[in-house]
Structure formats: structure tokens, C-alpha cells
Antibody, heavy 116, light 108 residues
Framework: EVQLVESGGGLGQPGGSLRLSCAASGFNFNLYWMTWVRQAPGKGLEWVATIKEDGSEEYYVDSVKGRFTISRDNAKNSLSLQMTNLRDEDTAMYFC?????????WGQGTPVAVSS | EIVMTQSPATLSVSPGERVTLSCRASQSVSDNLAWYQQKPGQAPRLLIY???AGATGVPARFSGSGFGTEFTLTINSLQSEDFAIYYC??????????FGQGTRLEIK
């Protein structure tokens, strides 16, 4: 069974940093692109970033370019999202998802709140 | 960026009815379109991909159609567990992947 478990969310200050993690199990992690999707409170879904199987390609939504970095450790079946220079508008539930086009497997999400 | 527009924003229907949700793309996405269902406090659930292919384990009452810029998700004989928010998503021209703003299906 595919399992994705996010962690690392919490309260971050404007201009601060947080690092999210996603632990994957139940599938060959190194064969799949992986993606982060977020959802602000009461709002819709927003694609954030995607990384290729081997980590050689990364893609970001414009609003996080230069501030967020997606990475992966295939030896540890782990996906990460390093978030820096946090803004109020980064407040959201952050989901990791398997694949890069459409997403059949999702984690339950980890909440990020940016506030001073 | 391809903008996805869903209509209506909210739909009030009774259990047992048939409902059709619409999604329009600002430019052609071929059949590279997915539909998701999301319930409060839960992650989204993939229902349909490639515009009309049912995802694993999705009941047959859910069906998708369309090509290019106009798409529909049809739910036959609504069950109580179907009341949720539905999102369409294009993956034809990315980055960025883009979602519609959602249609909330509520009980009349």
C-alpha cells in the first residue's frame, strides 16, 4: 500500500524558514516524480513544486521560485521542501503527492502557518 | 499559464439525482485533465484522469468527458458520501500544473 506521511509543518515567522518532509513507503520511490501541492485555509488546491525521479529536474510555481527548494533522498525514500523567506500567503496545508502529472496518491498533509 | 474555470461554484442537489459539473480551460489541454474529490479535513482523491478514465476503486457512477477546452464530470444517482468539493486539474502544459477553483456539491 502506498503511504505518504508529511511532517515538519508548524508556525513560521514572516521571513523565516521551515523544512517539510514526506516519508514514502509501499512503492519504489526512486521510480516516481514527486510533487508538493498546497491549500490555503478555505481555498482551492495550488501546485507548488515537482521533482524528477533522480532529482535532476525541479519545477516551481512562480510565487515560490527562489524561496522554496524541493529535494529528495532516494536512499531514505524521503521528499523535502525547504521553505525560506516565508510570507503570509504561504499559510496552507501542504500535501506531498506521487507523480508529476496527476495524483493518485496523497499524504494527509502538514499545516504551515506564517504569522508574527 | 492555463486557467481552469469551474462552474457552478456551488450546486445544491438531492440524493439520487444525476449531476454534471463543468470545467473550462483557457486554452486546449487535449485530454490531459483530471478530476478530484475532496472532503473536509481530507486529502484530495483522484476520480478521473485523461478526461474520461476512471481511477482505481472509483465507483462507476462517476464519469468524465470532454476534450480540448470543455470538460464535464457526471455523477449518476448521488450518494450521501458524494457531497464534497470537486476540482479539475490540467496537466497538458506545465509548469505550472493548474487546478480549477472547485465546485462544492451540497445537499438540497
Amino acid at each position: 500500500e502506498v503511504q505518504l506521511v508529511e511532517s515538519g509543518g508548524g508556525l513560521g515567522q514572516p521571513g523565516g524558514s521551515l523544512r517539510l518532509s514526506c516519508a514514502a513507503s509501499g512503492f519504489n520511490f526512486n521510480l516516481y516524480w514527486m510533487t508538493w501541492v498546497r491549500q490555503a485555509p478555505g481555498k482551492g488546491l495550488e501546485w507548488v513544486a515537482t521533482i524528477k525521479e533522480d532529482g535532476s529536474e525541479e519545477y516551481y510555481v512562480d510565487s515560490v521560485k527562489g524561496r522554496f527548494t524541493i529535494s529528495r533522498d532516494n536512499a531514505k525514500n524521503s521528499l523535502s521542501l525547504q521553505m525560506t523567506n516565508l510570507r503570509d500567503e504561504d499559510t496552507a496545508m501542504y500535501f506531498c503527492a506521487r507523480n508529476q502529472l496527476f495524483f493518485a496518491s496523497w499524504g494527509q498533509g502538514t499545516p504551515v502557518a506564517v504569522s508574527s | 499559464e492555463i486557467v481552469m474555470t469551474q462552474s457552478p461554484a456551488t450546486l445544491s442537489v438531492s440524493p439520487g439525482e444525476r449531476v454534471t459539473l463543468s470545467c473550462r480551460a483557457s486554452q486546449s489541454v487535449s485530454d490531459n485533465l483530471a478530476w478530484y474529490q475532496q472532503k473536509p479535513g481530507q486529502a484530495p482523491r483522484l476520480l478521473i484522469y485523461a478526461a474520461s478514465a476512471g481511477a482505481t476503486g472509483v465507483p462507476a457512477r462517476f464519469s468524465g468527458s470532454g476534450f480540448g477546452t470543455e470538460f464535464t464530470l457526471t455523477i449518476n444517482s448521488l450518494q450521501s458520501e458524494d457531497f464534497a468539493i470537486y476540482y479539475c486539474q490540467q496537466y497538458d502544459n506545465w509548469p505550472p500544473i493548474t487546478f480549477g477553483q472547485g465546485t462544492r456539491l451540497e445537499i438540497k
